[in-house]
């Protein structure tokens, strides 16, 4: 089925109304660590900008059983707001790369437990084997199963200099495939502003993007973060990071580029303070959502007014 997503007086098509429309209402989702690490990182060091346990809440760092974890985050998430329900992410490490039993099991705690409408897996275009994709394509057929996919640009010479231990053939078969099953939505993560990269080429990812078969995607400003090879990148002035007026125009230049049913599931980064070198601006979500929304206006356009807004039914059983 085809959904009108986007939330009202919105130029992008925002998660929250895409959420609203899918769930019925509000919804968040709640980490989850099974303790499989990134299979990349512990096969070849992983990725030069990557810091896997800054992204983690204190109850995810013991990685105990899944249950115990979704209780905990709900607990947790609704301390402040009332939610329709929640989605499952597990987030950190290579999840895909466990024993099929084990992520067969992880995943059914998951689905079982009380206020749980969706699954999210995060892990790597190569680490998708058919079993995999069949187990994924089982539970789809009970709730929806996002799967967020780490591309951050399709220049085959970046992914190398950055270490990301696949090429952008290895990210769009691994879409295709997604998107051929009902009930998957396939996410693509991106960075703006890898070291080496022009704005055209960040251009020329995005063109790229709008030509697969997505559900929506991640974009990310560079950040360097404690302890991270591109630390010392940094350190010897070889990276240009940017200032937050310059990173609102170029996320308005990218979402001009992609169709309008991509879904926006997130429009910048972020790391704990203690952990985040650079860039060391912090740009509240709320102010961002502003700054964007007034560059559009001012430009009179929106998401996907530079590409032909070729319309992608929402596969949802």
Not at 45 to 55: A, D, H, L, Q, V
Request: glycine share 8%; charged share 20%.
């Amino acid at each position: 089925m085809s959904l009108n997503t986007a939330s009202p007086n919105l130029p992008w098509h925002d998660v929250g109304g895409f959420f609203r429309s899918l769930f019925g209402g509000k919804v968040t989702k709640i980490l989850v660590n099974t303790g499989v690490p990134c299979s990349h990182r512990v096969a070849s060091g992983g990725c030069t900008f990557c810091s896997e346990e800054t992204i983690l809440p204190p109850y995810c760092l013991d990685a105990s059983p899944v249950q115990v974890q979704i209780r905990q985050g709900i607990q947790l998430r609704s301390q402040r707001h009332s939610w329709q329900g929640y989605i499952a992410y597990f987030q950190r490490g290579t999840t895909t790369t466990a024993s099929l039993n084990q992520l067969r099991d992880w995943l059914e705690q998951a689905r079982r437990e009380p206020g749980i409408l969706g699954l999210a897996i995060g892990t790597r275009p190569d680490c998708l084997p058919a079993p995999v994709l069949e187990l994924l394509g089982e539970k789809a057929r009970a709730l929806p199963v996002f799967v967020d996919l780490g591309l951050q640009t399709i220049h085959d010479g970046t992914l190398a200099r950055i270490r990301r231990g696949h090429s952008r053939e290895c990210f769009d078969e691994a879409v295709r495939r997604l998107a051929a099953i009902p009930g998957l939505y396939p996410i693509a993560h991106m960075i703006l502003m890898l070291p080496g990269e022009s704005i055209e080429d960040m251009r020329a990812s995005f063109r790229h993007l709008a030509s697969l078969p997505l559900h929506g995607l991640k974009i990310h400003h560079l950040q360097v973060v404690r302890g991270t090879p591109m630390e010392e990148e940094f350190r010897q002035s070889r990276l240009q990071l940017l200032e937050p007026a310059a990173y609102v125009s170029l996320l308005a230049d990218v979402l001009e580029l992609v169709p309008w049913s991509f879904v926006i599931h997130r429009l910048m980064g972020d790391q704990p303070r203690q952990e985040l070198l650079a860039p060391l601006w912090t740009y509240q979500k709320n102010r961002l959502i502003t700054a964007l929304h007034h560059e559009f206006t001012r430009r009179g356009t929106r998401q996907g007014s530079a590409c032909p807004d070729v319309a992608r039914p929402v596969q949802f059983p």
